[in-house]
């Protein structure tokens, strides 16, 4: 499996493969994209401490910059957007 992804996290979903398939579940395909997010919807619902609003709008405005954390964040309309990276393995019952 040549995901591109961190390879711990490839690791362990070797291991589910594995698992999987020792269910009776084969063909399985790995597929990875990310979930573009509004932060400011997502601040409003996660319900955040009052301070550490301050904290999150940090990081994500360094990584507008930088891609510091790696969430693909950009502007859209002037409000930050991120992108959560989203994985699912997929199989056909045998």
Same mark, same amino acid.
């Given at each position: 499996?040549?995901? =591109?992804? *961190?390879?711990?996290?490839? *690791? ?7 698992? @999987?398939?020792?269910? =009776?579940? =084969? ?23 009052? +301070?550490?609003? +301050? ?18 964040? *950009?502007?859209?309309?002037?409000? @930050?957007?991120? %992108? %959560? ?5 997929? =199989?056909?019952?045998?």
């Amino acid at each position: 499996m040549n995901s =591109g992804i *961190h390879p711990i996290l490839e *690791h362990y979903l070797f291991r589910i493969r594995e698992m @999987i398939k020792s269910v =009776g579940i =084969g063909d399985i395909e790995f597929q990875n994209h990310d979930l573009e997010m509004l932060l400011e919807s997502i601040l409003n619902a996660s319900f955040p401490n009052p +301070d550490d609003i +301050d904290k999150i709008m940090r990081l994500l405005r360094k990584d507008l910059e930088e891609n510091y954390r790696g969430l693909k964040s *950009h502007l859209v309309e002037g409000k @930050i957007n991120f %992108c %959560c990276p989203i994985s699912k393995l997929i =199989g056909t019952k045998e």
